[in-house]
Antibody, heavy 117, light 113 residues
Framework: QVPLQESGPGLVKPSETLSLTCTVS????????WSWIRQPPGKGLEWIGY???????NYSPSLRSRVTMSVDTSKNQFSLKLTSVTAADTAVYYC???????????WGRGTLVTVSS | DIVMTQSPDSLAVSLGERATINCKSS????????????LAWYQQKAGQPPKLLIY???TRESGVPDRFNGSGSGTDFTLTISSLQAEDVAVYYC?????????FGQGTKLEIK
C-alpha cells in the first residue's frame, strides 16, 4: 500500500485545466497539512501550495491566479487544479504530507503531466 | 520570497571521503521564540521522489544513516556526508519552511569521483 498516490491524466492540452488527485492510504487525512510540489524535467523543485484538512489553503504567489486545491475527507483524498496550462507547466507533480512542524516528511511517487496538443 | 542558494551546483567526491553542501537563505529562517531554524534537507535519487534527511537544520530523520549531518543557523547551513557511499549519489535540496511560500534551493548534484 502506497502511502500517497497521485492520479490523473498524463497529457493535457494547452489552455486546458490540469487536474490531479492524491489518495492518502494507511492513515487519516485529518489534522494534517498536505502539499503539492512540481519538478519540470531535469530541473529543481517548485512548491505549489498546501491545504489543511479543513480546506484552508496557501498557494505560491506565482501560481495563485491559476491554482485551486481541495480536500475530500470522506475519500481521504486531496486535489489540485491548475487552469490555463502551457508547456511551462509540464512537470512531475508530487503530492506530499507536511509534518506537524512544517517540513515535508512524506512524498508520493510523482506523476508526469505533459502539456501538449 | 526567501531565496535559497546552494553551493556548489555539482560536486564529485571519492568514496569514503567527506562531501559538503552549503545552503544560504536570503533572510534568516531562525524563529527566535524557539531558537529553531526552519530548514530541511532532502535527497533525490534518479527517478525517485525526494526523501527527507534532516529537519530543524540538524535533526536527522528516523532511519537516516548517521553519516548525514546538518549544521548551521539563521541564514547559513551545511549538509555533510562524512564518508561517501556509492548509494549517496543523488541531488540534494534544502528547503525553508519558515514562511510562505516555501522555497527550495536549486539543488546540488553529488557524484562519485
Amino acid at each position: 500500500q502506497v502511502p500517497l498516490q497521485e492520479s490523473g491524466p498524463g497529457l493535457v492540452k494547452p489552455s486546458e485545466t490540469l487536474s490531479l488527485t492524491c489518495t492518502v492510504s494507511g492513515g487519516s487525512i485529518s489534522s494534517r497539512y498536505w502539499s503539492w510540489i512540481r519538478q519540470p524535467p531535469g530541473k529543481g523543485l517548485e512548491w505549489i501550495g498546501y491545504i489543511y484538512y479543513t480546506g484552508k489553503t496557501n498557494y505560491s504567489p506565482s501560481l495563485r491566479s491559476r491554482v485551486t486545491m481541495s480536500v475530500d475527507t470522506s475519500k481521504n483524498q486531496f486535489s489540485l487544479k491548475l487552469t490555463s496550462v502551457t508547456a511551462a507547466d509540464t512537470a512531475v507533480y508530487y503530492c506530499a504530507r507536511i509534518g506537524g512542524t512544517g517540513y515535508i516528511d512524506l512524498w508520493g511517487r510523482g506523476t508526469l503531466v505533459t502539456v501538449s496538443s | 520570497d526567501i531565496v535559497m542558494t546552494q553551493s556548489p551546483d555539482s560536486l564529485a567526491v571519492s568514496l569514503g571521503e567527506r562531501a559538503t553542501i552549503n545552503c544560504k537563505s536570503s533572510q534568516s529562517v531562525l524563529y527566535s521564540s524557539n531558537n529553531k531554524s526552519y530548514l530541511a534537507w532532502y535527497q533525490q535519487k534518479a527517478g525517485q521522489p525526494p526523501k527527507l534527511l534532516i529537519y530543524w537544520a540538524s535533526t536527522r530523520e528516523s532511519g537516516v544513516p548517521d553519516r548525514f549531518n546538518g549544521s548551521g543557523s539563521g541564514t547559513d547551513f551545511t549538509l555533510t556526508i562524512s564518508s561517501l557511499q556509492a548509494e549517496d549519489v543523488a541531488v540534494y535540496y534544502c528547503l525553508q519552511y519558515y514562511t510562505n511560500p516555501r522555497t527550495f534551493g536549486q539543488g546540488t548534484k553529488l557524484e562519485i569521483k
